[in-house]
T-cell receptor, first 112, second 116 residues
């Protein structure tokens, strides 16, 4: 069965610092991979997704993610974090018309 | 473009009572989902519809939860009777086609349920 692991429950970074959120997946074939962001009291919003092709994917709000098949990873990065990026981030995997499975999330705190 | 609409936003009920949540997906979206998100956890798929047919309801507690999607548009999720562990946010979402085929899933703001 497909699964997603986000090893970091909570991360704190200083405003202006770089950010990397980790995501490892388990899937039997080439997956579809997604990163969503959830602000408090809101639904989830898609940041970016990977299907195939270029392994470095650009998303909204200055985020990017890199697909590494050998490591079964799809880590999310941002070179300079803004206070408005404080939220919870979810990695998800899908494929083969099966359901999309979400990870448990990483809560990002941004300090001045 | 209007997003996914859900109501009510907040509901407090006593255990063993019933509750119903309503969802109106984005126009033209064939796939509709209900997710349960317990505090501190990721969304868990309860049921997925393709038009008005059920694609996946493997994680729906069928002894107490039911969902329908009449005419392939709006959907209702019902819980009867509610248990304390049902306290969660119920997220409705929709997409043009199955998310597992790479379609972007659009989420509503959620319906917050507290069972006391």
């Amino acid at each position: 069965a497909q699964s997603v692991t986000q090893p970091d429950i909570h991360i704190t970074v200083s405003e202006g610092a770089s950010l990397e959120l980790r995501c490892n997946y388990s899937y039997g074939a080439t997956p579809y991979l997604f990163w969503y962001v959830q602000s408090p009291g809101q639904g989830l919003q898609l940041l970016l997704k990977y299907f195939s092709g270029d392994t470095l994917v650009q998303g909204i709000k200055g985020f990017e993610a890199e697909f590494k098949r050998s490591q079964s990873s799809f880590n999310l990065r941002k070179p300079s974090v803004h206070w408005s990026d404080a939220a919870e981030y979810f990695c998800a995997v899908g494929g083969g018309y099966q359901k999309v499975t979400f990870g448990t999330g990483t809560k990002l705190q941004v300090i001045p | 473009e209007a997003g996914v609409a859900q109501s009510p936003r907040y509901k407090i009920i006593e255990k063993r009572q019933s509750v119903a949540f309503w969802c109106n997906p984005i126009s033209g979206h064939a796939t509709l989902y209900w997710y349960q998100q317990i505090l501190g956890q990721g969304p868990k798929l309860l049921i997925q519809f393709q038009n008005n047919g059920v694609v996946d309801d493997s994680q729906l507690p069928k002894d107490r939860f039911s969902a329908e999607r009449l005419k392939g548009v709006d959907s209702t999720l019902k819980i009867q009777p509610a248990k304390l562990e049902d306290s969660a946010v119920y997220l409705c979402a929709s997409s043009l086609g199955p998310g597992g085929a790479g379609n972007t899933i659009y989420f509503g703001e959620g319906s917050w349920l507290t069972v006391v």
